[in-house]
Protein backbone atom coordinates (compact mmCIF):
# COMPACT_ATOMS: atom_id res chain seq x y z
CA UNK A 1 0.00 0.00 0.00
CA UNK A 2 1.52 3.46 -0.65
CA UNK A 3 0.10 6.77 -0.85
CA UNK A 4 2.20 9.51 -2.84
CA UNK A 5 1.72 13.05 -2.01
CA UNK A 6 2.23 15.48 -3.85
CA UNK A 7 2.29 19.41 -4.97
CA UNK A 8 3.08 21.13 -2.01
CA UNK A 9 5.78 24.30 -2.62
CA UNK A 10 6.03 28.28 -1.30
CA UNK A 11 3.77 30.35 -1.76
CA UNK A 12 2.86 34.53 -0.81
CA UNK A 13 -0.05 34.90 1.40
CA UNK A 14 -3.60 34.63 -1.09
CA UNK A 15 -1.83 32.04 -3.49
CA UNK A 16 -3.29 28.91 -4.27
CA UNK A 17 -1.79 25.55 -4.12
CA UNK A 18 -3.34 22.24 -5.39
CA UNK A 19 -2.30 18.95 -3.34
CA UNK A 20 -2.80 15.16 -4.95
CA UNK A 21 -2.25 12.11 -3.73
CA UNK A 22 -2.72 8.82 -5.07
CA UNK A 23 -3.15 5.84 -3.18
CA UNK A 24 -1.79 2.09 -4.94
CA UNK A 25 -2.57 -1.23 -3.46
CA UNK A 26 -5.81 -0.69 -2.48
CA UNK A 27 -9.36 -0.38 -4.20
CA UNK A 28 -8.91 3.30 -4.06
CA UNK A 29 -13.61 4.21 -4.11
CA UNK A 30 -13.56 1.60 -1.01
CA UNK A 31 -11.67 4.21 1.33
CA UNK A 32 -12.56 7.34 2.83
CA UNK A 33 -9.66 9.98 2.27
CA UNK A 34 -8.40 12.62 4.31
CA UNK A 35 -5.94 15.30 4.23
CA UNK A 36 -4.30 16.19 7.90
CA UNK A 37 -1.48 18.99 8.83
CA UNK A 38 1.32 19.07 11.02
CA UNK A 39 3.57 22.41 11.77
CA UNK A 40 6.58 22.16 12.94
CA UNK A 41 6.29 21.99 17.21
CA UNK A 42 2.47 21.29 16.71
CA UNK A 43 0.50 18.12 16.89
CA UNK A 44 -1.04 16.48 13.50
CA UNK A 45 -4.95 18.35 12.66
CA UNK A 46 -7.82 17.37 10.86
CA UNK A 47 -7.99 19.36 7.53
CA UNK A 48 -10.28 17.72 5.53
CA UNK A 49 -11.82 14.53 4.23
CA UNK A 50 -14.27 12.93 1.86
CA UNK A 51 -16.24 9.77 1.88
CA UNK A 52 -15.78 6.51 0.01
CA UNK A 53 -17.39 6.00 -3.29
CA UNK A 54 -18.47 8.78 -5.16
CA UNK A 55 -17.41 11.81 -2.09
CA UNK A 56 -20.39 13.72 -2.24
CA UNK A 57 -19.88 13.58 1.87
CA UNK A 58 -16.78 16.13 2.38
CA UNK A 59 -15.83 17.51 6.13
CA UNK A 60 -13.65 20.33 6.66
CA UNK A 61 -11.74 21.83 9.89
CA UNK A 62 -13.36 25.51 10.62
CA UNK A 63 -10.59 27.35 9.86
CA UNK A 64 -10.37 26.33 6.64
CA UNK A 65 -14.15 26.46 5.40
CA UNK A 66 -14.59 28.01 2.10
CA UNK A 67 -10.92 27.99 1.07
CA UNK A 68 -10.20 24.79 0.64
CA UNK A 69 -12.03 21.71 -1.60
CA UNK A 70 -11.37 18.18 -1.20
CA UNK A 71 -12.04 16.11 -4.39
CA UNK A 72 -11.97 12.44 -5.36
CA UNK A 73 -10.67 10.79 -8.36
CA UNK A 74 -11.71 7.37 -8.43
CA UNK A 75 -10.68 6.78 -11.92
CA UNK A 76 -7.29 8.10 -11.46
CA UNK A 77 -6.90 6.94 -7.27
CA UNK A 78 -6.29 9.93 -6.73
CA UNK A 79 -7.61 12.32 -4.05
CA UNK A 80 -6.84 16.83 -4.24
CA UNK A 81 -6.90 19.35 -1.89
CA UNK A 82 -7.26 22.50 -3.76
CA UNK A 83 -6.27 25.46 -1.53
CA UNK A 84 -6.95 28.92 -1.74
CA UNK A 85 -7.09 32.38 -0.36
CA UNK A 86 -3.97 30.69 1.94
CA UNK A 87 -2.51 32.19 5.41
CA UNK A 88 0.60 32.22 7.01
CA UNK A 89 -1.12 29.81 9.77
CA UNK A 90 -1.30 27.10 6.58
CA UNK A 91 2.41 26.67 6.91
CA UNK A 92 2.92 22.70 7.43
CA UNK A 93 3.63 19.12 6.44
CA UNK A 94 0.48 18.13 4.77
CA UNK A 95 -0.52 14.18 4.93
CA UNK A 96 -2.87 12.11 2.89
CA UNK A 97 -4.45 9.11 4.74
CA UNK A 98 -7.33 6.21 4.26
CA UNK A 99 -9.36 4.72 6.15
CA UNK A 100 -12.71 2.61 6.33
CA UNK A 101 -14.27 3.81 9.34
CA UNK A 102 -16.38 5.34 9.57
CA UNK A 103 -15.86 9.45 8.08
CA UNK A 104 -14.32 11.35 10.78
CA UNK A 105 -11.61 13.77 11.56
CA UNK A 106 -9.33 11.61 13.95
CA UNK A 107 -5.99 10.63 12.94
CA UNK A 108 -6.13 7.26 14.83
CA UNK A 109 -9.26 6.40 12.58
CA UNK A 110 -7.07 6.11 9.25
CA UNK A 111 -4.74 3.28 8.77
CA UNK A 112 -2.74 4.18 5.55
CA UNK A 113 -0.60 7.30 5.58
CA UNK A 114 1.11 9.21 3.42
CA UNK A 115 4.68 10.79 3.62
CA UNK A 116 3.94 14.39 3.36
CA UNK A 117 4.43 16.95 1.08
CA UNK A 118 5.68 20.68 2.38
CA UNK A 119 2.83 23.94 1.98
CA UNK A 120 5.26 26.99 3.11
CA UNK A 121 3.24 30.42 3.08
CA UNK A 122 4.96 33.62 3.17
CA UNK A 123 3.27 36.79 4.47
Known amino acids: VQLQASGGGLVQAGGSLRLSCVLSGLTFSAYNMGWFRQAPGKEREFVAATNSGSGSITRYEDSIKGRFTISRDNAKNTVHLQMNSLKPEDTATYYC????????????????WGQGTEVTVSS
Open 97 to 112: AASQAILVSLPSAYKY
